[in-house]
T-cell receptor, first 114, second 114 residues
Framework: AAGVIQSPRHLIKEKRETATLKCYPI?????VYWYQQGPGQDPQFLIS???????DKGSIPDRFSAQQFSDYHSELNMSSLELGDSALYFC?????????????FGNGTRLTVT | AQSVTQPDIHITVSEGASLELRCNYS??????LFWYVQSPGQGLQLLLK??????LVQGIKGFEAEFKRSQSSFNLRKPSVHWSDAAEYFC????????????FGGGTRLMVKP
């Protein structure tokens, strides 16, 4: 079965650079979520989109922005990168806004900021 | 705001032994509760979820969890652990428009002895 696709798998950037992470949800899934997992930490919710509109907002820094496109894929844009942004970034998708629609996670993008 | 506590950072059990992973939550309303499993370098996989109804929830891979409102707990159990169960387990409480804006506990790393 198709899963959530994230690209790139690994990304190395320097401080103050920008990065763009991409997420392709499971076909027919219209809701996308972004989570950040620091080393040895639990995942932290950043932001979610439903039908290309922001749905919920968590602890996403102002330096980050995200959007969902007409084909439902999503991109997380990160500017002025800091060392503390080094983390595993997960995208997840679900079908609709139904409460019982489970999340399906991608394998993540590992961002390293040097 | 909601919070989740997993008191045990590491647990080691022998293969074939029973398992119980503890989870306590703090949430103002009826919680949406989840257990996820994460293997190294992988995304999170949903084991089971509780929204309402029967307080004993069955999940995949032989796992079950019991919601106890009086104790604010949602402990995960498995009667007989397999070596392939070694992983990091996260308990989470959901909020937001879809219930999928998750707040995770700190995780419990399960090691299985042969």
């Amino acid at each position: 079965a198709a899963g959530v696709i994230q690209s790139p798998r690994h990304l190395i950037k320097e401080k103050r650079e920008t990065a763009t992470l991409k997420c392709y949800p499971i076909p027919r899934h219209d809701t996308v979520y972004w989570y950040q997992q620091g080393p040895g930490q639990d995942p932290q919710f950043l932001i979610s989109f439903y039908e290309k509109m922001q749905s919920d907002k968590g602890s996403i820094p102002d330096r980050f922005s995200a959007q969902q496109f007409s084909d439902y894929h999503s991109e997380l844009n990160m500017s002025s990168l800091e060392l503390g942004d080094s983390a595993l970034y997960f995208c997840a998708s679900s079908e609709g806004r139904l409460l019982r629609s489970p999340l399906h996670f991608g394998n993540g993008t590992r961002l390293t900021v040097t | 705001a909601q919070s989740v506590t997993q008191p045990d950072i590491h647990i080691t059990v022998s293969e074939g032994a029973s398992l119980e992973l503890r989870c306590n939550y703090s949430y103002g309303a009826t919680p949406y509760l989840f257990w996820y499993v994460q293997s190294p370098g992988q995304g999170l996989q949903l084991l089971l979820k509780y929204f309402s109804g029967d307080t004993l929830v069955q999940g995949i891979k032989g796992f079950e969890a019991e919601f106890k409102r009086s104790q604010s707990s949602f402990n995960l159990r498995k009667p007989s652990v397999h070596w392939s169960d070694a992983a990091e387990y996260f308990c989470a409480v959901g909020a937001g428009n879809t219930g999928n804006m998750l707040t995770f506990g700190g995780g419990t790393r399960l090691m299985v002895k042969p």
